[in-house]
């Protein structure tokens, strides 16, 4: 039996006993993992795959495109299925299915990017898995029943590329220990050119003026000996990745720039050694340092525009000062369980949700919501994780941990957003896939055609080609401009869900609103006090406040802001469905609150005619008269007079969709002046409208609560989500507006088309570069250092093209 491995090609330890059968002839293998493939490819009846191929040595287990295998566990990566271990950085979603970032080591451009999403996406129990070039990161929703994250991991690191757990901390220390050794590389590199630059000067000015071949070769020699560390330390990351996607079978853009570098360095090591032809020194150190100088920059760049919104890991402090049996102790803050008590000082920061329990102040919840004016909180009030105690001190209670705080909630969909890429992107990486083999056959029908014409120039340009013609700037594109918008929408107060509906949302012509709790606020509101006797405004409007203190209807909500203790009141009861009533012993006063039958009993007087205002009317009477209407009603957003006119100005055709009352829903839609409503709809109606606009090619918008009409909002082109006091977690729309202020829509609208827009001229300018540079390399006018500084030129433009959005400033007026 052979001595190699018949699945995978590597050399089958002396003391193995594992084979498989294949033709009736055993054939060895190296482990029970290939064993396993092998046994499973056999058995499906696909054992040509071994009768017809070849065999490369080091490819490891492989399969078939249509055979799909578990992958085998890997005892290196199994600590990570362990609970305690994966509490610091896996979150649970429904059921069995969890889900979490990894940091994957050895990524440099989108063809990276599609061999893993190809490989690992296609496991048995992975639900979604995406690999987000411009953060460095995959995100992976899987159900732990089918599959656990170390045969995740292993695939991942079967294929070269190392994962690992995203853990903010860990990824700062590890970015900037590459940050160090990139710089380092990049000194080798530009030191090294230096010096082979000036021998170089040297050896042409020589051979010019009949230097003496003695010292020509000296100086071949020397300028070796400088190159020789750029190409084997400064070039290895080139080196590396092109060899892990020659191994997988893949080609990414390291591949033409590793056989630029090596064939330049082997072909002159050739002619130094034995003294014959020419030499490229100078062309091997200088682009090695071009690239790696372009490299550095772009991938600063790339990482301050995808990492912009990660200063919200950075919110909580370490410790916290708990109170317990009436004394403070410092505690870390992921130690704090639901219920705590913990004291929190002026200027500091609020280490958990929770519940005020004594003490007033101003809280900065600047970094949540994007609103920069601090909000005045009160006994009773909820308390946001990672916002700021700006007055005076607090003592409030726990009521959400670390891990299912808000804060938290905001970091998953954040993560998550990044794992949907636009349809732009999608295309571009495609486009990438298959220009890099574009890219070797048309190097080789330049290098026969120049070796045709002019032999002394094919290899150098030749050369040129392979390294002025790499899609890393089409590759780049689109997910840059994407990371820089949803990190500069996130902190004016918009949290994106789903980064590939920017694309959508760019797109729409038509708003569909849900009324309550979109258009309008939600809660009830004191809106206005009628008097009708002897009785002032103010004083109707304090007695029935100090009425309503009884009561836990959520109407008693509206007068919660007002202080009727300066009216004592005795015998006050509760009447369901009818009011409230009292006495007045001041004025000798019967007094009811409540629906005008019900309170004109008091007396033998007739109610007043009710005004013809929507909302709720409460009349306030005593044993005499009518005092007062009160009007409660869901009060419209104030911001709405100047929004609608600003989204009518995008070209917006607005719409509403209500399952309010006919009267409710026409008086706000009249005010608001919109093109069209519907009223007393039930979740199917709303679904019909949406499908009939889509049908006559309108692409809608639809903003609503997030939860109720979460089949509407699906059906919807796009849409947002009023999230600001829900539980961000079941919230299903792919953007949510962190505060509540519809001039956010503007924003978004207008962030998403200059999105758009900056993808599109960044596709634009990789294809024109790629159309120009080719032909200009290939004929001859393009030398290798000038090709490695225009192919890092057209990849730094992009991202920094991209950048300017975070310069572009949409306000809410």
Known sequence: MSTECFHCGEEVPTDSSYQIILDHTPQAVCCIGCQTVANTIIDQGLADYYRHRQISRGAGPSLPANINIEVSDSSHWQAYDDDDVQGAFVRSKADSE???????????????????NQHVGKLKGVLHFNVNLTTQRAYVHWDSQQINLSHIMAAIDAIGYQPGPYQASLAAQRKAKDKRQMIFRLGVAGLGAMQVMMLSFGMYAGMAQGMQVDYLHFMRWAALVLSTPVVLYSAAPFFKAAYRALNNRHLVMDVPVSLAIGAAY????????????????????????????GRFVESTARYHAGHAGNELHQLLPPVCEKVAAGEAEQIAVSKLQAGDLVRVLPGATIPADGTLMQGTSSINEAALTGEFMPVDKQQG???????????????????????????????????????????????ADQVAHYFVFAVLVISAIVYSSWYLLDPSKAFWITLSVLVITCPCALSLAAPTATAVATASLRRQGILMTREDSLEQIAKVDTLVFDKTGTLTTGAMSLQQVLPLGELDEATCKLLAARLEQESEHPISRAFRHLDGSQYPLTDMQNHPSQGLSGYWPANNMQLRLGKPEFVQQ??????????????????????????AWIHIADAKRPELTKVMPQLKALGME?????????????ELAQALEVDEWQAGQTPAQKLAFIKAKQAKGKRVLMIGDGINDAPVMAAADASIAMACGTDLSKASAPALLLRDHLGLIGILIKKARHTRRIMIQNLGWALLYNIIALPLAASGMVPPWGAATGMSFSSLFVVLNATRLRRIKHDVQ
């Open 381 to 427: 009030d909820q308390l946001t994780a990672g916002t700021v105690n700006v007055a005076s001190a607090l003592l409030m209670q726990v009521t959400h941990t670390q891990d299912d705080s808000r804060l938290q909630q905001i970091l998953s969909m954040v993560q998550q957003a990044h794992s949907f890429r636009p349809q732009l992107s999608k295309s």
């Open 98 to 116: 969890k889900e979490t970032e990894l940091v994957i080591d050895g990524l440099t451009c989108a063809a990276c990017v599609w061999l893993l």
């Open 602 to 627: 008091l007396g033998q007087w007739q109610a007043p005619l009710r005004p013809t205002a929507e909302g709720v009317w409460l009349l306030l009477g005593n044993q005499h008269q009518a005092l």
């Open 654 to 666: 607005l719409c509403i969709l209500s399952g309010d009352h006919p009267s409710n829903v026409a």
């Open 266 to 293: 082997i072909a002159s090591l050739w002619a130094t050694v034995f003294k014959t032809g020419e030499v490229y020194y100078d062309s091997v150190t200088m682009f090695t340092f071009l690239l790696l100088l």
